[in-house]
Every structure is written in structure tokens, then in C-alpha cells.
């Protein structure tokens, strides 16, 4: 559920992946390619 909310931000541009906290990195990235935008899983 927090890394789909953190993968909303980041499309959105209001986050970044960089602020991603260390434990849902791995799941965010994972949603942000499943999404089609990986490019935006880059620190």
C-alpha cells in the first residue's frame, strides 16, 4: 500500500526516488516499471 502511494508521488512529480525509504525501494521500483515509467526508478 506505501509503495503504490510513493509510486503516485513520483509520477506525479512530487517526489523523487531518492526519498524513497530504504524498505520500499525495491517494491516502488517494481511498480514504476510495471507502470511503464522505470526511467523514473533512477537515484
Known amino acids: ?6 509510486a503516485q508521488q513520483i509520477m506525479l512529480g512530487k517526489k523523487t ?12 521500483k517494481e511498480l514504476l516499471v510495471d507502470s511503464g515509467m522505470g526511467e523514473l526508478a533512477a537515484e
Open 1 to 6: 500500500m506505501m509503495a503504490m502511494l510513493w
Open 17 to 28: 526516488f531518492a526519498q524513497v525509504p530504504r524498505l520500499l525501494k525495491d517494491q516502488v
